[in-house]
């Protein structure tokens, strides 16, 4: 009667599905082999097992069981009750209840899997992704990291486009309407440009008409540079050009536009309206440079515009000077400097090449 009443309120939870059956191993503390299989109320804390098992097997679940568990036994080692209504009840609550608790711990377990996984594969992922642009950074890739820096590296000038050279400034052409007609007033390019060389020492003046969309300093400097090379007027130390902005001056050089290039030449009985040249106007103090010319240069020259300006400066002066017209004395000589080169290269059968300078060197 003891006896058999110590087991029957047992019986009667478990057949209730109140108590889960606990196998005689685990009831004894023996380890368990197998982290789903749940453990009286202890089945509660089945994921921490299987964390445990994720952790060391790279978040894998591991296998389902080979064969379904032993049948539970009572506390003296007899198999439970097969027969009659509890018996039943013993195999479909207990059952269930250890189905259900073993499939909640594998859904949680397997969601924690997936989570640890991601978090691993993130990781890894990420890892690699800086070894890579790392590597490529080295290697010159072009990555954000790597434009960034570029970006951040001080650039000549502090990032601004580099000044162009006197060269580069007097091969250009620049825009300018032919018949274009200015103001009629002119202003002094300021500085002061000392003679360099040796011998008569001649002082110029630079006017510019006012609105020419010209570079007026670009000009003056031209001038000075032009007249003092040694290919120029004062070769041989014979004589050199000081620039001025004010007192007395032995010429103008005037960059003046079309139509006052030739009001200015029409006063010492000069037409340049025919060809749209320029002139010495002897009767005053004016060398006149058509602005026309200097910007769109000639057909004669082509692109060489470099060359053609220093021809339209030293023809010019050449004249205020004392020099007249020459023509092409031979075919493939160089012309000379006071032939009318804007206009053709060839006279009297002969075609010359053209040439800026009255001492050219040959």
Same mark, same amino acid.
């Given at each position: 009667?003891?006896?058999?009443?110590?087991?029957?309120?047992?019986?009667?939870?478990?057949?209730?599905?109140?108590?889960?059956?606990?196998?005689?191993?685990?009831?004894?503390?023996?380890?368990?082999?197998?982290?789903?299989?749940?453990?009286?109320?202890s089945a509660v804390r089945g994921p921490a097992?299987?964390?445990?098992?994720?952790?060391?097997?790279?978040?894998?679940?591991?296998? @389902?069981?080979?064969?379904?568990?032993?049948?539970?036994r009572d506390g003296g080692g007899r198999r439970a009750a097969r027969g009659g209504a509890s018996g039943g009840a013993h195999r479909a609550g207990g059952g269930a209840v250890r189905t259900v608790t073993g499939v909640a711990a594998a859904v949680v377990t397997?969601?924690?899997?997936?989570?640890?996984?991601?978090?691993?594969?993130?990781?890894?992922?990420?890892? @690699?992704?800086a070894r890579t642009q790392d590597a490529d950074r080295g290697r010159g890739g072009d990555t954000m990291g790597a434009a960034s820096r570029s970006d951040s590296r001080p650039t000549p000038h502090g990032g601004a486009a580099v000044p162009a050279t006197y060269d580069q400034?007097?091969?250009?052409?620049?825009?300018?309407?032919?018949? @274009?007609?200015?103001?009629?007033?002119?202003?002094?390019?300021?500085?002061?440009?000392?003679?360099?060389?040796?011998g008569e020492v001649l002082r110029f003046r630079v006017d510019v008409e006012k609105g020419l969309p010209l570079d007026g300093a670009l000009f003056a400097t031209a001038v000075h540079r032009t007249l003092n090379d040694?290919?120029?007027?004062?070769?041989?130390g014979t004589r050199t050009f000081e620039r001025v902005s004010s007192g007395p001056a032995d010429f103008v050089v005037t960059l003046a536009s079309p139509g006052t290039t030739a009001r200015w030449c029409a006063k010492s009985d000069l037409d340049t309206t025919v060809d749209n040249v320029s002139c010495d106007s002897a009767a005053t103090d004016r060398v006149m440079i058509n602005a026309y010319?200097? @910007?769109?240069?000639?057909?004669?020259?082509?692109?060489?515009?470099?060359?053609?300006?220093?021809?339209?400066?030293?023809?010019?002066?050449?004249?205020?000077?004392?020099?007249?017209?020459?023509?092409?004395?031979?075919s493939g000589a160089l012309a000379p400097v006071m032939m009318q080169q804007t206009k053709f290269l060839t006279t009297d059968g002969n075609t010359c090449r053209p040439n800026p300078w009255p001492y050219p060197g040959r």
């Open positions: 009667m003891g006896k058999h009443s110590a087991r029957a309120p047992q019986a009667e939870r478990e057949a209730t599905g109140e108590v889960p059956v606990v196998p005689a191993a685990a009831a004894r503390g023996a380890v368990r082999t197998d982290p789903w299989e749940p453990v009286g109320r097992i299987g964390w445990g098992v994720i952790g060391r097997q790279g978040g894998r679940p591991p296998a @389902a069981p080979a064969s379904p568990p032993a049948p539970a397997a969601v924690l899997a997936v989570v640890v996984a991601g978090q691993v594969e993130d990781g890894t992922e990420s890892r @690699a992704q400034k007097m091969a250009l052409k620049y825009p300018l309407d032919r018949a @274009a007609k200015g103001s009629g007033e002119f202003s002094v390019v300021p500085g002061h440009d000392k003679a360099p060389g040796k040694d290919r120029s007027w004062g070769h041989g010319r200097w @910007a769109q240069g000639a057909e004669t020259y082509g692109d060489r515009m470099l060359e053609y300006r220093q021809m339209l400066i030293n023809h010019e002066v050449g004249h205020r000077l004392g020099h007249n017209h020459e023509s092409c004395a031979k």
